[in-house]
């Protein structure tokens, strides 16, 4: 099928590996080749999660269509990259249609060696190993190119967060959980927002508002506000009413949430002293005439005295794709060739 080269890669060669990526809408599976510097991505599926009873019967479904369509024996060994957090043997995620535990999982699969890890440390891993050209420049900064630390950001069905570090001249990364830190209104109308939230959810996170989900979540409260009844139910449904000009306040939602979206970009940009900013996650490829307007970017460098800091940030989004399956193939060789 495709190949995906990486980059700074520099182990031998080890035995094929299943490759999984897991987020709360679907899920990519593919067989995973890792040659030296070269990983290569070959027989791939994507499955819509909803479909299934859980991530295991996901695994023997991807294992059927491999024996038929490539006639290749399944591996022992499977990296999943899904969205959420293991603790323990349970994986902690509100997204995911079904519970998921490790222990079950492997058994009910047949796997010998399963691996969970967060979906954005995954595709943290596959950032360093993507060309530059691949990068969409949207805030062109020192013009560096991708420099670490990197602040690599999803917004998608949840919010996505991690940090791509140089430890000492290898690539490491810090998964995170940022998207479930309170949210941060900026404006007055924002904290407007953040109150109604607050009615409805108690703790508001961030990913209340800058994901799929938080897009409804704040043009219904929009809708509140403006005492007008809501029309839109589905994420791209409103962003389609915002690009055909159909829907004034489906677009001022939009632009709305790339300004916000910005201002946490920029917090998260600080808190990190991150010399380069990644934007992935579904979300930002429906959004990317949005974020080009200038709302995100202005934002992103509204920090007071640190805003001249936060210009020299160069800020790029990027085609999720099946970059989480190369990432999951790097995590497993970073972690056993250590």
């Given at each position: ?10 182990h ?23 040659d030296?510097?070269?990983i ?6 994507r ?28 591996p ?53 190993q ?21 602040l ?35 404006t007055?109308?924002e904290?407007?927002v953040?109150r ?52 004034v306040?489906?677009a001022?939602?939009?632009a ?17 002293r ?41 800020v790029y ?10 990432g999951?193939a ?9």
């Amino acid at each position: 099928m495709g190949d995906v080269e990486g980059r700074g890669t520099t182990h031998a060669a080890t035995l094929p590996l299943l490759a999984a990526d897991v987020g709360g809408t679907y899920a990519r599976i593919g067989l995973v080749q890792v040659d030296g510097q070269t990983i290569t991505l070959g027989f791939h599926q994507r499955y819509a999660c909803a479909e299934f009873s859980g991530l295991a019967e996901i695994l023997c479904t991807f294992r059927q269509a491999l024996a038929d369509a490539a006639g290749a024996e399944f591996p022992d060994t499977c990296v999943v990259a899904i969205a959420g957090v293991l603790q323990g043997d349970v994986l902690l995620n509100s997204n995911l249609p079904w519970q998921v535990s490790l222990a079950e999982t492997r058994q009910a699969a047949g796997i010998a060696q399963l691996h969970l890890i967060n979906d954005f440390e995954a595709l943290a891993w596959a950032l360093p190993q993507v060309p530059l050209s691949q990068l969409e420049v949207l805030g062109k900064g020192d013009d560096s190119g991708l420099s670490l630390p990197a602040l690599l950001l999803g917004p998608g069905t949840g919010l996505g967060a991690a940090l791509v570090v140089d430890q000492g001249g290898r690539v490491g990364v810090q998964p995170s959980e940022a998207g479930h830190a309170q949210l941060a209104g900026n404006t007055p109308f924002e904290l407007d927002v953040v109150r109604l939230l607050q009615a409805r959810f108690g703790h508001v996170a961030s990913e209340r508002v800058f994901s799929g989900p938080g897009l409804i979540n704040l043009y219904q409260v929009l809708c509140e506000l403006r005492d007008i009844q809501p029309r839109w139910r589905m994420p791209a449904d409103l962003v389609d009413a915002a690009d055909a000009g159909s829907d004034v306040l489906a677009a001022e939602c939009v632009a709305l949430f790339c300004r916000w979206f910005g201002s946490f970009a920029g917090d998260l940009a600080i808190t990190f002293r991150a010399r380069s900013v990644c934007l992935a996650g579904g979300l930002t490829g429906h959004l990317q005439h949005y974020l080009r307007q200038g709302g995100f970017m202005q934002r992103f460098i509204e920090k007071g005295v640190l805003s001249d800091t936060l210009r020299e940030v160069p800020v790029y989004t990027l085609e999720h794709g099946q970059l989480g399956l190369i990432g999951a193939a790097a995590w497993y060789v970073a972690h056993t060739h250590a």
